[in-house]
């Protein structure tokens, strides 16, 4: 395999080393060791088909969504936001790490493939990161791993959600987080009768989720089902 000069050079002057443990990296490993990479698991019980939180059963909604549905389909979060996978997470969302990108998306992707709903998905679209955090970091986390699930699973991605507010999530409470105004997203025409495929980085209110959903459905979407790389049970880990 031919390697790029100034990476082959990159590669002379700095050693890549894992993102989570610092081990140096050995042939074509990209950001995580393959040790590392293979520690990088889905979640183990079983979770609320409906919001993805775990709960008691795998295929009946949990007590929240029967009480309280929310406005998505389906949702699965496919690991906890612990350990390696947080790693990876930090990695991919704070240090520049976008080659995390890839095993992430296509694990989710072959979680996603087990979903009852996942043959009618049409489209698959990123929550789109505040205005702020984007000029300073480029693509979103969340577009980068949706760029290669959508890649794996076969369908479009496309950016069809916008956020509004300066109001950044990270440093909120839960309260507050529950406050901002409804409203923040607004969707595209473009996604009227599609079944979208939302994705998201770390869940952990679902707030994020419900108001892009309900943005998506506002805008004519048929159907909307979410997918998360990770649930944070304690928003402080954020
Ligand atoms: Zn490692
Ligand atoms: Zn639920």
């Given at each position: 395999m031919r390697v790029g000069v100034s990476a082959a050079l990159k590669g002379i002057l700095l050693p890549a080393l894992c993102v989570a443990c610092d081990a140096v990296l050995s042939g074509e490993d990209r950001g995580l060791c393959g040790s590392c990479r293979s520690r990088l698991l889905p979640m183990s019980e079983p979770c609320c088909p409906r919001c993805g939180v775990p709960a008691d059963s795998a295929t009946e909604p949990c007590l929240g969504c029967v009480a309280s549905p929310p406005p998505q389909e389906g949702t699965i979060l496919?690991?906890?936001?612990?350990g390696i996978l947080r790693q990876a997470v930090l990695a991919l969302k704070h240090r520049g790490h976008d080659e995390i990108a890839r095993p992430l998306g296509q694990r989710m992707a072959a979680r996603i493939?087990?979903?009852?709903?996942?043959?009618?998905?049409t489209m698959v679209a990123p929550v789109p990161s505040h205005g702020l955090r984007r000029l300073r970091r480029g693509s979103s986390a969340a577009a980068l791993v949706g760029a290669d699930l959508a890649a794996t699973i076969h369908r479009p991605l496309k950016p069809a959600l916008r956020r509004h507010g300066l109001h950044r999530q990270a440093g909120h409470t839960r309260i507050q987080r529950m406050q901002l105004?409804?409203?923040s997203f607004s969707a595209k025409p473009?996604?009227?009768g599609e079944r979208v495929l939302l994705v998201d980085d770390v869940s952990t209110t679902g707030t994020t989720l419900r108001r892009a959903t309900n943005s998506l459905l506002s805008a004519g979407a048929e159907a909307v089902y979410c997918i998360a790389i990770a649930h944070a049970p304690d928003p402080r880990r954020m």
């Open positions: 496919w690991g906890s936001y612990d493939g087990l979903a009852p709903w996942f043959d009618g998905i105004p409804p409203g473009s996604v009227q």
